[in-house]
């Protein structure tokens, strides 16, 4: 074998090494696939070059059909390679980087490269005159575009979207009724993933003619839109006290834009209301929305007002017994010893900024309560850092001083209206009795305070790393309880 074939074999060598490096090679470093991928197509060319075959010329053995066929084969390898590099060089230089990130551009770019070293090489490697070449290519690429009509319609399609930037990857958009994160846009379809973690390839076209909702622009702010129907016999202005407290009492609405609440419709069977709220990311969306109405829910059973039914007659006494029973320590009780504590409490009402708990450690027994938010939106507050920070926001139904009220100690936290507040107040004489006549209630109630401290010390990040350490704080609650209350050991 002389040393042209053998130079012309290792030549096809080289070209396996840079397919089997473009197929199975994965480095991390794109730069480092693309310098070993440089390294080979400089050795093609020194071998082509020792061998005197020019990527430019015709193939000088026309008299030897295999060898003059080989030497064509590389000179075409030799341009694949050039273009291959080309395209990656160039679409670095050309292309904007936000560009460099949308597959489309990337793949047209490369196809426009890749079709000139074509034409490059018919040209040059096999010496066709490229007039009769580009009039052939007009005419199949007529054929072919009436062939993939629908393709096409994709192809432009992506480059309007790609033109006018309606979203970008990485964007959670709503394309007509299809809802997910853009994971990758190609020149035929935009690929979504839904909530249900699936991938939805959405065709360019049907992208392009329907409605899109990027939901991630602008970045900070994404709206909510709660709907509720109401008994027409009901004050409007009632129900939209409560609603205006139901977003008070949900932390994540923002305050700018200002939330707004809408009577839409006023019917014979009911009022439509409109609750308009914002909130900072698309991922606090769908669970603003659920505390949205279950904070509409509280405000409006405190106020009477009950969907699905009429208001119910009764007075303030009543609904102070219908509050109680909806309290997870009050529920081992049964009707009498709620309407006992009932005809115990004391109402009060503080109007937006006031404030209303705020026990030392130090004060006497007889000043401690348990406070329930009857009404309204209240913020309960705890030193830290030398600031009081916000733990919780009460809603109706919500309680605090359960640990002044039951052991003697009082926390040093704050209660403060939010709007206009109105609870009622246990003392702990009022409570004292119950707790003696049924000492289920105050395991109730221990465990309730235990649960409230427990998410409190999250907050605050001093959560109890032990469930060891439950149980003993537990013990210590209880003897504390027995003591301040007199209850014997039974």
């Given at each position: 074998?002389?040393?042209?074939?053998?130079?012309?074999?290792?030549?096809?060598?080289?070209?396996?090494?840079?397919?089997?490096?473009?197929?199975?090679?994965?480095?991390?470093?794109?730069?480092?696939?693309?310098?070993?991928?440089?390294?080979?197509?400089?050795?093609?060319?020194?071998?082509?070059?020792?061998?005197?075959?020019?990527?430019?010329?015709?193939?000088?053995?026309?008299?030897?059909?295999?060898?003059?066929?080989?030497?064509?084969g590389l000179g075409f390898l030799w341009w694949l390679q050039a273009a291959q590099i080309s395209a990656t060089i160039l679409g670095r230089i050309a292309l904007?980087?936000?560009?460099?990130?949308?597959?489309?551009?990337?793949?047209?770019?490369?196809?426009?490269?890749?079709?000139?070293?074509?034409?490059?090489?018919?040209?040059?490697?096999?010496?066709?005159?490229?007039?009769?070449?580009?009039?052939?290519?007009?005419?199949?690429?007529?054929?072919?575009?009436?062939?993939?009509?629908?393709?096409?319609?994709?192809?432009?399609?992506?480059?309007?979207?790609?033109?006018?930037?309606?979203?970008?990857?990485?964007?959670?958009?709503?394309?007509?009724?299809?809802?997910?994160?853009?994971?990758?846009?190609?020149?035929?379809?935009?690929?979504?993933?839904?909530?249900?973690?699936?991938?939805?390839?959405?065709?360019?076209?049907?992208?392009?003619?329907?409605?899109?909702?990027?939901?991630?622009?602008?970045?900070?702010?994404?709206?909510?839109?709660?709907?509720?129907?109401?008994?027409?016999?009901?004050?409007?202005?009632?129900?939209?006290?409560?609603?205006?407290?139901?977003?008070?009492?949900?932390?994540?609405?923002?305050?700018?834009?200002?939330?707004?609440?809408?009577?839409?419709?006023?019917?014979?069977?009911?009022?439509?209301?409109?609750?308009?709220?914002?909130?900072?990311?698309?991922?606090?969306?769908?669970?603003?929305?659920?505390?949205?109405?279950?904070?509409?829910?509280?405000?409006?059973?405190?106020?009477?007002?009950?969907?699905?039914?009429?208001?119910?007659?009764?007075g303030s006494r009543e609904g102070v017994e219908r509050l109680l029973r909806n309290i997870d320590m009050f529920k081992c009780l049964n009707d009498a010893q709620?309407?006992?504590?009932?005809?115990?409490?004391?109402?009060?009402?503080?109007?937006?900024?006031?404030?209303?708990?705020?026990?030392?450690?130090?004060?006497?027994?007889?000043?401690?309560?348990?406070?329930?938010?009857a009404e309204g939106v209240a913020i309960l507050l705890a030193p830290h850092d030398g600031k009081d920070i916000e733990l919780q926001r009460l809603a109706p139904?919500?309680?605090?001083?359960?640990?002044?009220?039951?052991?003697?100690?009082?926390?040093?936290?704050?209660?403060?209206?939010?709007?206009?507040?109105?609870?009622?107040?246990?003392?702990?004489?009022?409570?004292?009795?119950?707790?003696?006549?049924?000492?289920?209630?105050?395991?109730?109630?221990?465990?309730?305070?235990?649960?409230?401290?427990?998410?409190?010390?999250?907050?605050?990040?001093?959560?109890?790393?032990?469930?060891?350490?439950?149980?003993?704080?537990?013990?210590?609650?209880?003897?504390?309880?027995?003591?301040?209350?007199?209850?014997?050991?039974?």
């Amino acid at each position: 074998m002389n040393p042209t074939d053998r130079g012309m074999l290792f030549g096809f060598g080289v070209f396996l090494l840079d397919f089997l490096a473009w197929r199975f090679l994965t480095l991390d470093r794109e730069w480092a696939r693309f310098g070993i991928r440089s390294s080979l197509f400089l050795i093609l060319s020194y071998v082509l070059w020792t061998i005197q075959i020019s990527p430019f010329h015709v193939a000088p053995w026309a008299d030897q059909p295999i060898r003059h066929l080989l030497a064509q084969g590389l000179g075409f390898l030799w341009w694949l390679q050039a273009a291959q590099i080309s395209a990656t060089i160039l679409g670095r230089i050309a292309l904007p980087s936000e560009l460099r990130r949308e597959r489309l551009f990337q793949d047209i770019f490369r196809a426009i490269v890749f079709l000139a070293a074509a034409v490059a090489a018919v040209s040059y490697v096999l010496e066709l005159p490229l007039g009769g070449l580009l009039a052939t290519s007009g005419a199949m690429a007529i054929i072919l575009g009436l062939a993939v009509q629908s393709t096409l319609s994709d192809v432009f399609s992506g480059l309007v979207l790609n033109a006018t930037q309606p979203f970008h990857v990485g964007d959670t958009v709503a394309i007509g009724d299809i809802q997910g994160d853009v994971v990758e846009r190609t020149w035929r379809a935009t690929t979504l993933l839904n909530n249900r973690g699936n991938f939805v390839l959405v065709p360019n076209s049907a992208a392009a003619k329907a409605s899109i909702v990027n939901l991630s622009r602008p970045p900070q702010l994404h709206g909510i839109t709660v709907r509720v129907r109401i008994s027409p016999t009901i004050r409007p202005a009632l129900v939209i006290s409560g609603l205006e407290d139901a977003i008070s009492g949900t932390a994540d609405v923002l305050a700018d834009p200002k939330p707004s609440i809408t009577a839409l419709v006023i019917h014979r069977n009911f009022i439509e209301y409109e609750i308009l709220a914002y909130v900072a990311s698309a991922d606090k969306q769908n669970g603003t929305q659920n505390e949205i109405i279950d904070q509409a829910h509280l405000q409006l059973n405190a106020r009477g007002i009950y969907l699905g039914r009429e208001q119910p007659e009764g007075g303030s006494r009543e609904g102070v017994e219908r509050l109680l029973r909806n309290i997870d320590m009050f529920k081992c009780l049964n009707d009498a010893q709620i309407a006992q504590l009932a005809s115990a409490s004391v109402s009060q009402r503080f109007s937006a900024g006031e404030l209303i708990y705020n026990v030392k450690p130090d004060c006497p027994d007889e000043h401690r309560a348990l406070c329930i938010v009857a009404e309204g939106v209240a913020i309960l507050l705890a030193p830290h850092d030398g600031k009081d920070i916000e733990l919780q926001r009460l809603a109706p139904g919500d309680a605090v001083g359960r640990s002044g009220v039951l052991t003697g100690v009082s926390n040093g936290i704050k209660l403060r209206a939010l709007s206009n507040v109105s609870v009622f107040r246990l003392n702990k004489d009022a409570i004292t009795p119950l707790l003696r006549q049924f000492p289920e209630l105050a395991k109730e109630m221990l465990s309730d305070l235990l649960e409230c401290q427990a998410r409190e010390a999250e907050i605050l990040r001093e959560i109890p790393s032990q469930e060891t350490e439950r149980g003993g704080v537990f013990q210590r609650l209880m003897e504390g309880l027995r003591r301040l209350h007199g209850i014997v050991r039974r």
